[in-house]
């Protein structure tokens, strides 16, 4: 029987660990929510940033609508190095 069977059925069930088996597997849980942590903390880093001019382009908007839907909360634009850039998850969040 599988541990999930045995999860999801109604038997009593007993079982003995070691303090090895249980340090063990805290540790292995452990690594794995390390793992998971440090795969989304990658991701999120992973922000793509346009200028106005490539968003123009790229989803074909006049540059005084971009600057409009910014004025009015729809995106929010970020200045660096003097420069205003969109994130590229703001533009498809208005999009859709």
């Not at 006049?62 to 970020?78: A, C, F, P, Y």
Request: glycine share 4%.
């Amino acid at each position: 029987m599988l541990v999930n069977e045995l999860i999801n059925s109604d038997l009593n069930v007993s079982i003995t660990l070691k303090k090895s088996d249980l340090f063990d597997l805290f540790r292995e849980v452990s690594e794995q929510k390390m793992a998971l942590e440090n795969a989304l903390t990658k991701e999120k880093e992973k922000v793509v940033y346009y200028t106005p001019k490539e968003v123009k382009e790229m989803y074909h908007m006049d540059l005084s609508t971009i600057w409009r839907h910014e004025q009015r909360g729809l995106i929010k634009g970020v200045k660096l190095g003097g420069k205003k850039l969109f994130a590229k998850s703001e533009i498809e969040k208005l999009l859709k």
